[in-house]
């Protein structure tokens, strides 16, 4: 055989190996390989995010996605036949894709939406919830419609999809004069301000508003108003190109739904005459379908 023969197989086996290793490698380092190794499940959670992500009186986590986290990871663990501990780390709308890109967590789930712009850097689960926009303001303030935040200022949290909404308001001319945005890290910061007289109103999740004012030392004096900025479905938090990871995710999610955990933990939260969150949100039709859905035939046998 000759030299020039042996070089072209030789580098032939070069490039497939190139090709076959770099796939092994990927594969191996799905997400859920590191967790099983780890025996730990990251998860990127919300401080101060009123009914979904919280740190209580007592200085426990709670809040309906916490819960919901806690027990896809159960599931998790019982498919995999490892005890995965699920380890909450705080984060907020500024940290949150940050801390999936690197690594820090395995998933978000606090109060996110899901957009396009976002999955240009990651992705995300199935939808977890269905959620709108708001304002919060003092009953005193006047302010009653999207019109009369003209030239107010308005407390959004860093990095939101609301603080880009009101600039694109502001720019478009919207809003005239143009609203004068202040950011905050968190909510519990925004409504501080709102409280001292700093802002004028604070814009973001209805169910998150309605929480944080009820919590104040002066529920009475607040008021949740529409009409909806806009109305978003909520998901988790995925890294990107990660199919493996985000199946398990998806297919854990949806076993508690067609087990009935999501209905049970959604109506201990927001249903009957006494819900965790302090007010009813029954789940809509809209909603129902929505997260049933989207789950594939059979996703109550996924721990069978």
Not at 225 to 231: A, H, K, S, Y
Request: aromatic residues 10%; proline residues 5%.
């Amino acid at each position: 055989m000759s030299k020039l023969r042996l070089k072209s197989i030789a580098s032939s086996l070069v490039f497939l190996f190139s090709i076959f290793g770099f796939s092994a490698v990927v594969i191996a380092e799905s997400i859920l390989d590191k967790v099983i190794e780890n025996k730990q499940i990251n998860i990127g959670t919300r401080e101060a995010a009123p009914p979904y992500a919280y740190i209580d009186a007592k200085g426990d986590w709670t809040g309906f996605s916490v819960e919901m986290s806690k027990e896809i990871a159960n599931v998790i663990s019982k498919k995999v036949g490892v005890q995965l501990e699920a380890k909450l780390n705080p984060v907020t709308p500024k940290t949150r894709i940050p801390l999936i890109l690197n690594g820090t967590n395995n998933w978000n789930w606090g109060a996110t939406g899901h957009s396009l712009k976002r999955e240009d850097a990651v992705d995300f689960s199935y939808a977890v919830n269905a959620v709108c926009i708001k304002k919060l303001t003092a009953k005193s303030s006047g302010i009653k419609t999207m019109e009369d935040l003209a030239g107010k200022r308005v407390g959004v949290t860093k990095a939101s999809v609301e603080e880009r909404l009101i600039n694109n308001m502001n720019s478009t001319g919207t809003f005239n004069p143009p609203v004068k945005l202040v950011t905050f890290d968190k909510h519990a910061s925004g409504f501080i301000a709102l409280e001292q007289g700093k802002t004028d109103a604070h814009v973001t999740l209805d169910d998150t508003l309605i929480g944080i004012a009820r919590k104040s030392p002066n529920p009475d004096n607040w008021e949740v108003t529409g009409p909806d900025f806009f109305c978003i479905n909520q998901a988790m938090i995925l890294p990107n190109d990660d199919s493996k990871w985000r199946d398990m995710v998806n297919n854990a999610f949806c076993y508690l739904v067609t087990t009935g955990f999501y209905d049970k933990t959604y109506n201990d939260w927001f249903g009957g005459d006494n819900p965790k969150s302090g007010f009813q949100k029954p789940q809509s039709e809209n909603l129902k379908y929505l997260i049933k859905g989207q789950c594939p035939f059979k996703s109550e046998t996924f721990l069978k």
